[in-house]
């Protein structure tokens, strides 16, 4: 049930209730995931034409037969970050991170 109480110039407040404060945190967590979506929604996108762009500007400026090894190299790269990416956050995920 809310409280009333008035402020320094006597004008009532009303405080909200527990159940007003926890609709508020609730939808605040739901805005908070929505923008965190988009955000990584973007990344995605951005880390995609990175890693074209990365391939076209190797195609490009890199002699022929070194085109191959090289691709492999920066592959062999963005595999190993997406690996260390993804067993820390199910590190996070699972609670069993040790500090």
Known sequence: MPTDSTTETGAPTREPSDDEGSAVDRLRTTLNYAVLGG?????????????????????????????????????????????LGISLQLRRLSGSEEE
């Open 39 to 83: 955000l990584l929604l973007l990344a995605a996108i951005s880390a995609v034409q990175l890693y074209l762009a990365v391939g076209r500007t190797i195609s490009t400026f890199v002699v022929y037969e070194y085109r191959a090894p090289l691709m492999v190299a920066f592959n062999l790269a963005v595999l190993l970050l997406a690996a």
